[in-house]
């Protein structure tokens, strides 16, 4: 089966620190999506990337996918408190109508 | 800005008793998702549907499960008799095109817990 790994599984990073989180699959990516979630809340939306080498940017979060779209990075660049939560990798599930599926998700804490 | 919104927010229950979980998605989306969350775990996909009927379903989506679209703005979810494994936290998408080509929009869910 396919899946999505994350890593790291959490991350503590004092406020102003830059960071990754990485996002691999063992199969090519059709659609890899970024998406937050607050603790106990919804799943917020980042970003989407569907081409090799794409990489895309909002406020201070830049998302890439590498060429051979089994990887992707998610970059945070000076944290602040409100960049806490879960970050989740979601990808189309191949060969399907309307699966998605999620990685296991990376819990971020940032000290201030 | 449109968003997809759930209610109720919290839902306790028995064990065996039937709950609805309902969603209204984003207007314009004709794709409709539903995805589970036990606590600790991955966000888990249980069913899609698209034009009135179920596109796709995962092995948790049992018997025990349905969806319905009774009108034209409100998407739900029904669990037949509740066991307690089913507590999770629930969540409801919608997108404008299908999978693949369509991001999906999560409303922020519906905690049940089944006691």
């Known amino acids: 089966s396919q899946e999505l790994e994350q890593s790291p599984q959490s991350l503590i990073v004092q406020e102003g620190k830059n960071l990754t989180i990485n996002c691999t699959s063992s199969?090519?990516?059709?659609?890899l999506y970024w998406y937050k979630q607050k603790y106990g809340e919804g799943l917020i939306f980042l970003m989407m990337l569907q081409k090799g080498g794409e990489e895309k940017s909002h406020e201070k979060i830049t998302a890439k996918l590498d060429e051979k779209k089994q990887q992707s990075s998610l970059h945070i660049t000076a944290s602040q408190p409100s960049h806490a939560g879960i970050y989740l990798c979601?990808?189309?599930?191949?060969?399907?109508?309307?699966?998605?599926?999620f990685g296991t998700g990376t819990s971020l804490t940032v000290i201030p | 800005e449109p968003e997809v919104t759930q209610t109720p927010s919290h839902q306790v229950t028995q064990m065996g008793q039937e709950v609805i979980l309902r969603c209204v998605p984003i207007s314009n989306h004709l794709y409709f998702y539903w995805y589970r969350q036990i606590l600790g775990q991955k966000v888990e996909f249980l069913v899609s549907f698209y034009n009135n009927e179920i596109s796709e379903k995962s092995e948790i989506f049992d018997d025990q499960f349905s969806v319905e679209r009774p009108d034209g703005s409100n998407f739900t979810l029904k669990i037949r008799s509740t066991k307690l494994e089913d507590s999770a936290m629930y969540f409801c998408?919608?997108?404008?095109?299908?999978?693949?080509?369509?991001?999906?929009?999560f409303g922020p869910g519906t905690r049940l817990l089944v006691l």
């Open positions: 979601g990808a189309d599930r191949p060969n399907t109508g309307n699966q998605f599926y």
């Open positions: 199969k090519t990516l059709y659609g």
């Open positions: 998408a919608s997108s404008e095109l299908a999978s693949g080509g369509g991001t999906q929009y």
